[in-house]
């Protein structure tokens, strides 16, 4: 990504934010996503800009393996592309009141990142909050099994969908299944979406 002005750079990841947030990117199916794609190459606003400093067939890998890669950290705040997004998804402190409790702060200096996690301390003893989608799980409960192995605080994986998304209760039973194999527990919350 060095060979490209940077001022150029933060234009294009902003315009994919833009649209991703005017086109409801999370409800969107994998073909949709696909098209959406194809059009950046060719949208003046992104591959437009793009072309001046990388080769055309590099567009689409760029954003996806860039902005598109980045856009679930953004939304929670998290990482170098957060300042960029339209939309925010709540923040940690807000997803520990809704998966534990009010009485639950999340630590903001122990935030850690693929996946997301974090201490949370409350009237229990405080708990490694680890959080991210369902499509993620494989690597909230490895984390979670690390975090065990390492001694630390106890870990509470909890799977985030945003709005608009539904998983059945089958599959919320399953994901309890395989966390309670390392003997995890694991809790399902909705993710609202706000304008930021």
């Known amino acids: 990504m060095g060979d490209i002005d940077e001022e150029i750079r933060r234009e294009v990841i902003a315009e994919v934010y833009r649209q991703v947030d005017d086109l409801d990117w999370d409800g969107m199916a994998a073909r949709e996503r696909s098209e959406l794609y194809v059009r950046w190459i060719d949208d003046p606003l992104v591959g437009g800009k793009l072309t001046r400093f990388i080769e055309r067939d590099r567009v689409r890998v760029w954003i996806k393996d860039g ?58 003893p405080k708990m490694l909050m680890i959080w991210g989608p369902a499509a993620k799980l494989a690597d909230l409960v490895w984390a979670g099994i690390n975090a065990r192995v390492d001694g630390g605080a106890e870990p509470l994986i909890v799977v985030t969908s945003p709005q608009g998304t539904r998983l059945s209760e089958g599959e919320m039973h399953r994901h309890r299944l395989l966390a309670k194999v390392p003997g995890i527990e694991l809790r399902h919350i909705t993710l609202r979406l706000k304008r930021v």
């Open 67 to 124: 902005p598109i890669k980045e856009l679930p950290r953004a939304r929670y705040g998290i990482g170098p592309y957060a300042q960029f997004a339209v939309s925010r998804y709540p923040g940690m402190e807000e997803i520990a009141h809704q998966a534990i409790g009010p009485d639950w702060l999340a630590d903001p200096d122990t935030v850690d990142v693929k996946p997301n996690r974090c201490l949370v301390r409350g009237p229990g």
